[in-house]
């Protein structure tokens, strides 16, 4: 398949360089956009990002790899990476996993045959206060998991409604 | 005032005011005052070293877990020379526990973006990077919007408030690498490169951002500048611990009944932050044990907890560290073992492999402490990890390995008879 | 002079200095893997952990502070410091794993970390026997290993490239392959891909690394990670022989070394010379190892009835005497080489003075858009500016082709001109050529004679490169009359030292019926009755040549050894054509 910028894409990328002194600064931003774009960073992707950059497409690749959000093969519509790590797994981020593996059908790792999911364990994700909790493709922190929030969760999910933005005020804060 | 008169704290950093992220809210509330005082009072702000020297008396000690003086880390910066000059503040928040940062982004932007311009005029800067990690993406639009607003009310911007400083303020973000937290490698990153930390010296503020002299600052403490030019260097380090002054965002995770961000001041008992202020142990559990900064820092076992306040020199006394202020607390049902798995398997994902005894060590450590979790472990591996982690501590280029030590070393140390109790049970489960 | 201490031991130094670089320097060893001296220091591996200090200076008077025994009083680094990048201070104090046990504890420590997820092949690794990490483990590694649980498993047996071959497994990340295709051949063709302990180096996905410098990373691995796709699995490196050698596939004459077993070149590496090549060659001059095992002439070839046919020494020089001597002497055309030496060149011109022979010609071998600015050169040969030294006239193709066609003997030394299109073959039909070979060619295969020569790898002589440097050839491999107990030129490895006649590797298969051109010419000369042209050796010749020719004067094989080669005076070697 044969990637392209859209005309918008390029005058972001435009608008990215902008911001630096020189043109490498741009890879990862440009790989983001580049995954707005596509969905994904596979080879043919991040060669279209060095040849856009004018960059050795060995520096885009060893950029794309050293980074875990960039997904270096097609995933799911939704990818949940469920948080694991330390709070979370003392707060039963592991039932969450678990619960999600066997909801869906999957490893962790893997995706669901219709490419609607794919469940990822993943590293702290900076929400340690509301453990545990998972993201969804990149964007969203659906936060204070039980499993029936979780399994609410799915059902909208598959129906393609998407969760809110979920705020979470300091426990003091009085605002007046 | 004093870390025990806690409870009558009035919070400045993200103060009780609704919608202060707006930008006309916290203009309202005397926002940017203190951008404007140095900027234009030329009686009170003699120079931009002025500014410096302000900041230093408040010894206000970097907020990132380091605890260095940010104003002496300012001073660092060598004299402008008109070429660029680079502020990189630090939001990659990666630590275990670790959760503040993200707070400042969404309820209070225009405080940090006042902090980094204040400190950008003191050192003679000419642009500012903001690098969020790339998880935060909600923060990061709110960052974007932020510093859009200020650039529209000339906050930032050439000739701001009519004088002759002029700075940009870009945000820019990562894409999942806890390294990039480590101040080089974040500007390895932010260069657009693999985030591998680079080898100093040179310091960042010879050589930083493309070879030009850079400062790096964690967003918390960047927050903090506003309020001590508005209320003088005395004020800020009146408050809390004398060792670690000023008001301190808490982050309070694990088995208590009311996890979360807290800003108050330094020093409070942590028996105090977890029974009182994060509403007590959940369930009624009795407490185990606290990592008290961050995954990075030695956990405490509860008996040694009596007495101990969260400032530096307290927690070192105790054994440990301050490091980012992200409290741990685990209850009485806690799985050590599991937990110091957990620990280990995080710093062997997150190593970014460039040096040695990091990429080595780390996956090394993993490998034993699952061996010992699944019940296969024997007692001499406790003492082989103990040997690995002085084999990786202080030989590499950055603090990832120590950080992958430290836990090891002290949750062994400390909780030793439940480490060999795993390791007997397999001993048994054999014969 | 500023100083530093280092084991004790006092040494004065002088401008930037990196200490790992500068203790090497004083014939002293610090371990380590990724430091190069012509590459940056990422200070990745640890393994060239020492202590240092700094003396303490009182700050009023500028005076170091003393201790109650009157030494200097010492500020240790808190952490052990990486010697490739810490440059040296006035007064900084080293301890070294010669004098230090926490020193010497680090470097074990660090060793014993690399290994863990190494797979410790060595009796199947081609870099066995002069492997950085081997030799380094054996010295100052643990003596065994605490590890036992999995290694971390990587691609094995990936073609990069072309030319090189990695073993993923094997790489200890020292990131000196990454390093030369962003900072020396500037290609960028090479990244570390994925983190951690899973890293690894590798080319775009779907890119070949076809680097015309490639190789070059295979000499840079500390470990078998990567190997040469053409040598891999040839030879144990300690079954070789190697001798020090220039590479003569260009102008540039890069300084290399020529790797032999049982008289087979196995593979060119290139040899440090900072006037000429530093420590690289291109990819190109390494494959020429091939011309001097493969297609060789061995043994005089003569054209009976239009057939070439073996000959005999005794035969070839009785017929060339009989066609010079048949022809009048003006119609006899001397063709001199820039692929054959200087000595070479020399003898052949001399050889034609004394008969009163028009004197030699010879037209260069460029090819315009090869070179790149660093080591390859448009010029294909090794010695032209040799030729023009010697005062040889330059020819167009043109010329030569109209020098062939109107000669009635053709004396060609080491140049197939038929193959690279100076002359057609059909030119050669009404002409007696004599050829001096190396190789069989075209050429080769439409004169009347060919004489079998020594190739640079079989004799010691010398080539001025496209900057006027003269550099010299050893003889690395053995012909059917030399030998190298008798040949002090020749080297000496590990077989011919200690090997018995049951060893695999001595045979006399490989040795070519061949002789150094200046050999023959006096065996032709004495044939012929005449005085004083009698050489044994390049090295002679090359002492003739010093006294006779202003331009090689001081030029001599001890100064060339000494000097690493001689720059000439450049002004008379760039001769326009």
Not at chain 1, 112 to 134: H, R
Not at chain 1, 161 to 173: D, N, S, T
Not at chain 3, 198 to 204: D, G, Q
Request: proline share 5%; charged share 25%.
């Amino acid at each position: 398949m044969e990637y392209e910028f859209t005309k918008e894409d390029l005058k972001e990328i435009e608008k990215i360089k902008a911001k630096y002194p020189e043109v490498m600064p741009a890879t990862l931003p440009v790989l983001w956009v580049a995954q707005n774009r596509f969905g994904h960073v596979e080879p043919e992707v991040q060669r279209l990002v060095a040849k856009t950059l004018g960059l050795p497409e060995a520096h885009v690749h060893g950029v794309a790899t050293f980074y875990t959000q960039y997904y270096k093969e097609k995933k799911g519509k939704y990818v949940l990476d469920v948080c694991t790590c330390l709070s979370c797994q003392l707060c039963g981020g592991y039932d969450i996993l678990e619960h999600l593996e066997k909801t869906l059908g999957i490893k962790k790792g893997e995706t669901t045959q219709d490419g609607k999911f794919t469940l990822n364990e993943v590293e702290c994700l900076g929400a340690c206060g509301y453990a545990p909790m998972l993201q969804i493709t990149n964007d969203k922190y659906i936060n204070n998991l039980t499993v029936e929030k979780t399994d609410k969760l799915i059902d909208m999910l598959k129906k393609d409604e998407e969760p809110e933005y979920e705020e979470i005020e300091m426990p003091l804060r009085k605002v007046k | 005032m004093s870390s025990a008169d806690w409870k009558n704290y009035e919070p400045v950093l993200i103060p009780n005011v609704k919608d202060i992220h707006k930008i006309d809210v916290y203009i309202k509330n005397g926002g940017y005052s203190a951008l404007k005082s140095v900027l234009t009072d030329k009686k009170k702000w003699a120079d931009s070293k002025s500014v410096v020297d302000e900041v230093k008396a408040a010894n206000i000690r970097g907020r990132g877990g380091a605890g260095f003086n940010a104003g002496l880390k300012w001073s660092f910066m060598p004299p402008a020379d008109g070429g660029p000059r680079y502020l990189a503040c630090n939001g990659d928040e990666s630590e275990p526990g670790t959760f503040k940062d993200r707070k400042i982004f969404e309820y209070n932007p225009h405080v940090f973006i006042e902090g980094a311009l204040i400190a950008a005029y003191a050192m003679q800067i000419t642009t500012i990077y903001v690098y969020i990690r790339g998880e935060y993406l909600a923060y990061i639009k709110m960052m974007e919007k932020a510093i859009q607003d200020a650039y529209d009310k000339g906050m930032i911007g050439k000739n701001i408030f009519g004088s002759d400083y002029s700075v940009d303020f870009h945000v820019t973000y990562g894409a999942g690498a806890y390294i990039c937290g480590e101040e080089t490698s974040m500007l390895e990153s932010l260069e657009g490169k693999r985030g591998y930390p680079r080898v100093k010296p040179p310091f960042p503020a010879q050589k930083g951002l493309w070879g030009r002299p850079t400062t790096i600052n964690n967003i918390e403490t960047l927050a903090h500048v506003p309020s001590v030019i508005n209320r003088g260097a005395g004020w800020f380090s009146s408050i809390g611990a004398e060792n670690h002054p000023g008001p301190i965002l808490y982050g309070i995770s694990g088995h208590v009944n009311r996890p979360g961000v807290y800003e108050l001041p330094s020093g409070i008992p942590i028996l105090d932050l977890i029974h009182d202020v994060a509403g007590g142990m959940k369930n009624g559990k009795k407490l185990k044990a606290v990592i008290p900064g961050g995954s990075s820092t030695p956990v405490l076992r509860a008996d040694q907890l009596e007495g101990i306040t969260m400032d530096s020199e307290s927690l070192r006394t105790a054994g440990t560290m301050l490091g980012t202020a992200g409290m741990v607390v685990m209850d009485e049902d806690t799985d050590m073992v599991d937990m110091l798995w957990r620990i280990t398997h995080f710093y062997h994902h997150e190593s970014c492999g460039q040096c040695t005894p990091c990429r080595e060590g780390t996956g090394w450590l993993e490998k034993i402490m699952l061996k010992i979790k699944n019940g296969n472990g024997e007692v001499k591996d406790l003492d082989l990890l103990l040997d690995i982690t002085t084999q990786m501590e202080g030989r590499t280029i950055c603090a990832l390995a120590d950080a992958a030590a430290w836990p090891v070393r002290h949750t062994i140390t400390r909780f030793r008879d439940e480490f060999e109790a795993r390791c007997k049970k397999s001993a048994h489960a054999v014969v | 002079m500023p100083e530093v201490f280092i084991d004790g031991k006092r040494y004065e130094y002088e401008g930037e200095q990196r200490l790992l670089q500068f203790i090497q320097d004083q014939g002293m060893e610090v371990p380590f893997f990724c430091y190069h001296p012509s590459m940056t220091a990422p200070a990745n591996c640890r393994q060239c952990m020492v202590k240092v200090g700094q003396p303490v200076k009182d700050r009023e008077t500028g005076e170091y502070e003393k201790d109650e025994d009157g030494e200097r009083v010492i500020r240790w680094f808190p952490k052990l410091q990486t010697s490739c990048n810490i440059m040296i201070a006035d007064g900084m104090v080293v301890k070294t794993q010669e004098t230090d046990d926490l020193v010497k504890r680090a470097q074990k420590d660090n060793l014993e970390l690399i290994l863990i997820n190494h797979p410790l092949d060595c009796p199947i690794c081609d870099q066995a026997g002069e492997c950085p990490l081997q030799i380094q483990t054996y010295k100052y590694g643990p003596e065994g290993s605490r590890f036992e649980v999995k290694k971390v498993h990587k691609p094995k047996r990936v073609q990069l490239g072309p030319r090189v071959v990695l073993d993923a497994e094997r790489c200890i990340n020292c990131t000196r392959c990454t390093r030369f295709t962003e900072e020396i051949s500037k290609t960028h063709q090479l990244t570390i891909t994925s983190r951690g302990d899973k890293n690894y180096p590798t080319a775009a996905p779907g890119r070949e690394f076809d680097d015309p410098y490639s190789l070059n990373t295979v000499d840079l691995c500390p470990v078998g990670a990567l190997t040469s796709a053409d040598f891999r699995f040839k030879a144990r490196v300690w079954e070789m022989n190697q001798t020090p050698s220039i590479d003569i596939s260009n102008g540039k004459g890069c300084n290399i070394d020529i790797w032999t077993r049982d008289n087979l070149v196995l593979r060119i590496t290139p040899r440090f010379n900072e006037e000429v090549n530093d420590y690289w060659m291109p990819d190109e001059g390494r494959e020429a190892y091939k011309r001097f095992n493969e297609n060789r002439v061995s043994r005089p070839l003569q054209k009976l009835d239009n057939e070439q046919v073996n000959s005999s020494w005794n035969n070839a020089i009785a017929t060339i005497s009989e066609q010079v001597d048949g022809v009048d002497k003006k119609d006899v055309t001397i063709i001199a080489s820039p692929h054959a030496s200087v000595e070479e060149n020399y003898i052949l011109a001399k050889f034609a003075s004394l008969l009163g022979m028009n004197p030699p010609v010879f037209t260069p071998h460029v090819e315009k858009g090869k070179g790149d600015g660093f080591l390859l050169t448009d010029d294909l040969a090794p010695n032209a500016n040799g030729c023009r030294l010697l005062g040889f006239e330059e020819k167009s193709a043109a010329g030569i082709a109209a020098a062939v066609e109107k000669a009635k003997v053709v004396l060609l030394l080491s140049d197939h001109l038929a193959d690279r299109g100076i002359i057609t073959t059909d030119k050669l039909k009404d002409t007696f050529v004599a050829v001096f070979a190396t190789n069989h060619s075209e050429t080769t295969k439409n004169a009347d004679l060919v004489v079998p020569i020594t190739t640079a790898a079989e004799h010691a002589a010398s080539y001025v490169n496209v900057d006027g440097r003269i550099q010299r050839t050893f003889p690395a491999k053995e012909t059917k009359y030399s030998n190298r107990r008798l040949d002090l030129e020749m080297s000496e490895g590990r077989l011919d030292r200690y090997g018995t006649s049951f060893d695999n590797w001595i045979t006399e298969e490989n040795k070519i019926d061949c002789l150094p051109l200046w050999r023959f010419m006096s065996e032709l000369a004495a044939y012929k009755g005449m005085e004083n042209f009698a050489y044994t050796s390049g090295r002679e010749i090359m002492d003739e040549i010093a006294a006779a020719n202003d331009l090689f004067s001081g030029v001599s094989y001890e100064a060339m050894d000494e000097q690493s080669g001689i720059t000439l005076d450049k002004t008379k070697t760039t001769v326009k054509l």
